[in-house]
């Protein structure tokens, strides 16, 4: 399938993926679908990852939020947010939280992302607390500095962000 899709036209080989993302009954075809999906720069990329966010497959979602990583949607902050207290992939809610990160000009976000830095399990918490600081997000460090005073897994994580953040 893959030396297929090489030798097709662009716009051939984008509809093949878009098929396959939508219609194969294997869930492990439309993950590496998407992600070669994602290279093309489609319009309908936008749909197909608001539609992945809602699958069943792990590793589709954990895609499609690192995708909104590197393209931030703010008409989604609404979904996002609710995601951090419904996303039940241990894989995925790392990626969930980075996309989350990304939309922090929104003040919810900015609260709520503040609010994650202290409460869940530790693996959680290290991933908001290095989104946070990749992020270089000022509103955070008292929250994060509490992180930091503490004994513990998040210790680390939380002096690497601060020193990200600076001040």
């Not at 749909?47 to 393209?71: Q, S, T």
């Not at 609404?78 to 809610?93: K, N, Q």
Request: hydrophobic fraction near 50%; charge should be negative; proline fraction near 5%.
């Amino acid at each position: 399938a893959a030396r297929a899709l090489r030798r097709m036209p662009d716009t051939d080989a984008a509809a093949a993926l878009f098929d396959a993302i939508a219609k194969s009954r294997d869930e492990y075809v439309r993950y590496p679908a998407f992600v070669l999906f994602s290279a093309f720069g489609d319009a309908r990329m936008p749909d197909v990852v608001r539609a992945a966010l809602k699958d069943r497959n792990d590793r589709l979602r954990e895609a499609a939020y690192a995708w909104l990583e590197r393209h931030p949607d703010p008409s989604l902050a609404d979904m996002l947010l609710a995601a951090i207290d419904t996303e039940p992939g241990e894989f995925v809610r790392p990626a969930m939280l980075r996309a989350v990160s990304m939309l922090d000009a929104n003040e919810r976000v900015r609260v709520t992302l503040t609010r994650e830095v202290e409460r869940g399990l530790d693996i959680y918490r290290s991933a908001v607390i290095e989104a946070l600081g990749d992020r270089r997000a000022a509103y955070a460090v008292d929250a994060i500095a509490v992180a930091a005073r503490q004994d513990g897994p998040l210790q680390d994580d939380a002096v690497l962000a601060l020193g990200k953040i600076g001040g």
